[in-house]
């Protein structure tokens, strides 16, 4: 029964809309004062990632909005399909979003992802997924930001050892950076994406 | 031993244009030119923001509220379905759009249109779907407006939506078209997806049924999310 069943579903399937670009005009659709509030400011061990988007010719893109979906520190997701069960971490969202600003840059402020269970067993590495929408690209292109200070973890994770070259692996890697005395919030991280050129980040087909 | 798994998302990418669309100009310097790694669907992938009531205002759903006066231009409604691959609605998820007014001018810094703006439309609105899926916001009629990608370019009046469904892997930013437009066919970004039968599915249609005598023009609109695989029960393990 489950054989035939399953092919009608699927022949059945209704088609995706199609995705369209997301336009040079999207700050008043999609810009919220709490979009890069991954975590309320004041949460303990909170900090920024942030980073510059670049076309190919190596200039800033000033009309990109960056999308980051995580785990929280347990690796939990407050979510019903993960069949470990829905949990909430504090005032955890999850999710941040932040458009880049004139000179390309954009910044969420998170705290560190646990590690995920792969089933079959193994672990993913803490990372964050990435959506990136810009004027310019007609669909969207997902990358995923890993921690330079989980190496370990890192060199164990299924997503960044199946990349066989080591450049491109460590577009996918963050670097640690330091907030100036001036800056309240902590900066961790540097995470620069690079939509096409030498340094082209690594994009995922999901 | 098997396994259980959670259920995965099948593959869409003939519905979307593709990476690399050159008529489109801004697209040249921008669309990545390396291929695509896969990335196999699993806990983060399957899950996603679950983004509700508290992203919404109460008149959110029409964008002719909140000014001293009426917005110009026609009123129009425009409601429909979200459902998944399969037909099923996708229940409480937040729709975002945004638009230009009726003279096809953006409330944005950057829009060099000289048409004039609309001191009582700003062209923004969320809305959250209701037990079957359904949405419906009131708003006006979007003007086309003219671009500098090729010689007179113009782009059809479009509404943009943004969607969430329930997993990371359904996000989903598009535009809304409206039937019948003359601008289709010089259009790059309308006709950057290839498939016919997709394209025909961004376009909205009037619809009398949902037109408000003496008030306001109906058009509807379905919208589809990435469908899931069958679920699969039980699986050999294959990770390596
Ligand atoms: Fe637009």
């Given at each position: 029964m489950s054989e035939s069943q399953t092919t009608g579903l699927q022949l059945s399937g209704l088609q995706t809309t199609p995705s369209q670009t997301v336009g040079p005009f999207f700050r008043h659709g999609l810009e919220w004062e709490d979009g890069p509030y991954v975590v309320p400011e004041g949460t303990p061990g909170a900090f920024r990632i942030e980073g510059t988007v670049f076309d190919g010719a190596g200039l800033p893109v000033p009309d990109a909005v960056i999308e980051t979906w995580q785990a929280d520190p347990d690796g939990r997701f407050d979510h019903p399909d993960d069949p470990r069960g829905a949990v909430r971490w504090k005032d955890f969202r999850g999710f941040g979003r932040s458009a880049t600003d004139p000179d390309g840059r954009y910044s969420v402020l998170t705290v560190k992802p646990g590690p995920l269970p792969v089933p079959g067993g193994g672990q993913e590495a803490p990372h964050l997924n990435v959506s990136v929408f810009c004027r310019g690209m007609l669909v969207r292109l997902v990358t995923r930001i890993y921690f330079p200070d989980e190496e370990e973890a890192n060199t164990a994770d299924p997503v960044l050892t199946s990349i066989d070259d080591p450049a491109r692996q460590a577009t996918l890697v963050a670097e640690i950076a330091e907030s100036t005395p001036t800056e309240t919030i902590p900066l961790g991280y540097r995470f620069d994406i690079h939509l096409q050129g030498e340094h082209e980040t690594v994009f995922f087909d999901l | 031993m098997p396994t259980s798994r959670p259920h995965t998302y099948r593959p869409d990418t003939p519905s979307h244009p593709p990476v690399s669309w050159p008529d489109y100009k801004s697209n040249v310097g921008r669309a990545p030119h390396k291929p695509f790694v896969l990335l196999p669907q699993r806990l983060g992938e399957i899950t996603g923001p679950l983004l509700g009531e508290g992203r919404v205002g109460p008149n959110d759903n029409d964008l002719t509220l909140g000014h001293d006066g009426e917005p110009q231009g026609q009123r129009i409604i425009v409601s429909g379905r979200v459902l998944d691959g399969d037909g099923r609605p996708v229940a409480g998820t937040l729709l975002e759009v945004w638009q230009a007014n009726a003279a096809g001018r953006y409330r944005h810094d950057a829009d060099r249109h000289p048409a004039p703006l609309d001191p009582?439309?700003?062209?923004v609105g969320r809305i959250i779907t209701d037990s079957d899926g359904r949405y419906s916001f009131t708003t006006i009629q979007p003007g086309a407006y003219p671009w500098r990608n090729h010689d007179n370019a113009w782009r059809p009046a479009h509404i943009h939506f943004s969607l969430f469904g329930t997993a990371f892997t359904q996000r989903l930013i598009t535009q809304m078209y409206f039937e019948g437009d003359p601008l289709f066919a010089q259009d790059p970004i309308f006709n950057s997806v290839r498939d016919p039968k997709a394209r025909e599915a961004m376009v909205a249609k009037f619809d009398l049924a949902t037109t408000v005598p003496e008030w306001a023009l109906g058009y509807q609109w379905d919208i589809v999310l990435r469908g899931k695989n069958p679920t699969p029960l039980e699986e050999e393990d294959d990770d390596e």
């Amino acid at each position: 029964m489950s054989e035939s069943q399953t092919t009608g579903l699927q022949l059945s399937g209704l088609q995706t809309t199609p995705s369209q670009t997301v336009g040079p005009f999207f700050r008043h659709g999609l810009e919220w004062e709490d979009g890069p509030y991954v975590v309320p400011e004041g949460t303990p061990g909170a900090f920024r990632i942030e980073g510059t988007v670049f076309d190919g010719a190596g200039l800033p893109v000033p009309d990109a909005v960056i999308e980051t979906w995580q785990a929280d520190p347990d690796g939990r997701f407050d979510h019903p399909d993960d069949p470990r069960g829905a949990v909430r971490w504090k005032d955890f969202r999850g999710f941040g979003r932040s458009a880049t600003d004139p000179d390309g840059r954009y910044s969420v402020l998170t705290v560190k992802p646990g590690p995920l269970p792969v089933p079959g067993g193994g672990q993913e590495a803490p990372h964050l997924n990435v959506s990136v929408f810009c004027r310019g690209m007609l669909v969207r292109l997902v990358t995923r930001i890993y921690f330079p200070d989980e190496e370990e973890a890192n060199t164990a994770d299924p997503v960044l050892t199946s990349i066989d070259d080591p450049a491109r692996q460590a577009t996918l890697v963050a670097e640690i950076a330091e907030s100036t005395p001036t800056e309240t919030i902590p900066l961790g991280y540097r995470f620069d994406i690079h939509l096409q050129g030498e340094h082209e980040t690594v994009f995922f087909d999901l | 031993m098997p396994t259980s798994r959670p259920h995965t998302y099948r593959p869409d990418t003939p519905s979307h244009p593709p990476v690399s669309w050159p008529d489109y100009k801004s697209n040249v310097g921008r669309a990545p030119h390396k291929p695509f790694v896969l990335l196999p669907q699993r806990l983060g992938e399957i899950t996603g923001p679950l983004l509700g009531e508290g992203r919404v205002g109460p008149n959110d759903n029409d964008l002719t509220l909140g000014h001293d006066g009426e917005p110009q231009g026609q009123r129009i409604i425009v409601s429909g379905r979200v459902l998944d691959g399969d037909g099923r609605p996708v229940a409480g998820t937040l729709l975002e759009v945004w638009q230009a007014n009726a003279a096809g001018r953006y409330r944005h810094d950057a829009d060099r249109h000289p048409a004039p703006l609309d001191p009582n439309f700003t062209g923004v609105g969320r809305i959250i779907t209701d037990s079957d899926g359904r949405y419906s916001f009131t708003t006006i009629q979007p003007g086309a407006y003219p671009w500098r990608n090729h010689d007179n370019a113009w782009r059809p009046a479009h509404i943009h939506f943004s969607l969430f469904g329930t997993a990371f892997t359904q996000r989903l930013i598009t535009q809304m078209y409206f039937e019948g437009d003359p601008l289709f066919a010089q259009d790059p970004i309308f006709n950057s997806v290839r498939d016919p039968k997709a394209r025909e599915a961004m376009v909205a249609k009037f619809d009398l049924a949902t037109t408000v005598p003496e008030w306001a023009l109906g058009y509807q609109w379905d919208i589809v999310l990435r469908g899931k695989n069958p679920t699969p029960l039980e699986e050999e393990d294959d990770d390596e």
